[in-house]
């Protein structure tokens, strides 16, 4: 069962009720790197890491050990969209994960000795970063794909920026950014929901209702795309190829999804693994990736191997999209395809933690949240047609390539 619930000050709640002794909850703000001014370049996850930093009333060893102590579990994570804030707990320290988020939400106090301290904490983050190629170059190529828009630059921000940043500046982000109805609170478990609701109107409610002002605006590509090489100091040729493709709202989202997860969507038969990997031997990994943004989206394929061979796989690459361009799957190949990918969502929607947290990320942007029987109905429609159209509209164009040599 899935219950929500808003404040009276725009905050809204979700909740999944569980039979697991394990409970999830969180707070998901609709905040994340595209939401930055551009001296503010990597601001949203500072913010991030200093609500760890300390509170009025508590210091950062008691803000790590206050779940820890009862074997639970604190984190958190941003993207160019979202910043989560989240726990796992045994179901009966609920009110105390409850208690602890809120407080380091409206409590943090931002020191300037720990802002420095954390600056250089985030400055040796980003040049771990810069020494991991297969990780950077999603980032890059997002760059090259969104360039002159709020989505392409690093989450992480840059040292320029970071080395400006100060309280004023962090203050200055949160209230503009932090706002009620910016925000979803989260929950699974076996908590009764109107617990849940107690709780946050407790800790929650004294929070000043805003008004939401939406600065987004959706991104414009080049005419023609780009191609680029970067030399690394690396063995291997890391590859990027994409193009633009739809936004979480998009209504062949779905047939988006499961085209992507014919083609490279991380499964051992998939169509590229099966080509490049296995039948020729070219690669350890290549993969194909969505990203569904708010109001667009991206569509990848990444691999990495020999420099020699890097011509050949791309060609494989194009090969194997250009089967998707060329006909319909049967109704065989569809109906397996759907199986795959429902089998795929059956299992993860086991795994709580994360599910919980794509629950979340949902409602937070569209007001809404697909059951697993909800999801499995919307794939059961996807037509052989419906699949093909959606290859066409993403494919019959050239690609963004980035090459790390």
């Not at 820890?68 to 958190?76: D, H, I, R, T």
């Amino acid at each position: 069962m899935i219950y929500t619930h808003t404040l009276s000050n725009g905050l809204r709640i979700i909740h999944r009720n569980t039979p697991s002794e394990i409970s999830h909850c969180g707070i998901a703000v609709n905040t994340g790197s595209r939401d930055e001014y551009p001296q503010e370049a990597g601001m949203a996850h500072f913010v991030e890491h200093m609500l760890f930093k300390g509170t009025q009333r508590r210091r950062a060893h008691h803000i790590a050990g206050r779940m820890e102590s009862v074997g639970g579990e604190l984190n958190a994570y941003t993207t160019k969209e979202e910043t989560f804030y989240y726990a796992t707990f045994l179901g009966e320290y609920f009110p105390r994960a409850v208690e602890l988020l809120a407080d380091m939400l409206f409590h943090s106090e931002f020191s300037p000795l720990l802002i420095d301290r954390e600056r250089e904490v985030i400055l040796d983050e980003i040049n771990s970063y810069q020494d991991d190629p297969a990780e950077l170059i999603w980032d890059d190529f997002e760059n090259m794909l969104f360039a002159g828009h709020d989505l392409g630059h690093y989450i992480l921000g840059v040292p320029e920026t970071l080395q400006r940043f100060d309280r004023e500046q962090i203050l200055h982000f949160m209230e503009r950014e932090y706002q009620p109805s910016r925000m979803v609170f989260f929950s699974s478990g076996r908590i009764p929901f109107p617990k849940v609701v107690k709780q946050l109107e407790r800790y929650f409610s004294i929070a000043p209702a805003r008004e939401e002002i939406n600065t987004r605006i959706a991104p414009t590509f080049p005419c023609k795309p780009r191609k680029e090489m970067l030399h690394k100091n690396t063995s291997q040729s890391h590859v990027m190829m994409g193009v633009p493709a739809l936004s979480m709202r998009h209504p062949q989202r779905h047939a988006l999804l499961l085209l992507n997860n014919i083609l490279g969507g991380g499964s051992l038969n998939s169509r590229l693994n099966a080509s490049l990997r296995e039948k020729h031997g070219l690669v350890y990994h290549v993969e194909s990736n969505v990203t569904l943004y708010s109001d667009t989206g991206l569509f990848a394929v990444y691999f990495a191997g020999d420099p020699q061979q890097r011509e050949r796989c791309i060609r494989l690459v194009k090969k194997e999209i250009n089967r998707l361009l060329e006909k319909e799957l049967t109704p065989l190949q569809l109906n397996l395809a759907k199986r795959q990918w429902k089998g795929q969502l059956g299992i993860a929607a086991e795994q709580n933690e994360n599910y919980t947290l794509a629950m979340a990320k949902r409602f937070l942007h569209t007001g809404r949240y697909l059951s697993l029987k909800e999801m499995f109905d919307r794939i059961d429609a996807i037509t052989a047609e419906e699949l093909h159209d959606t290859a066409r509209y993403l494919f019959d164009t050239d690609f963004f390539d980035l090459t790390y040599q």
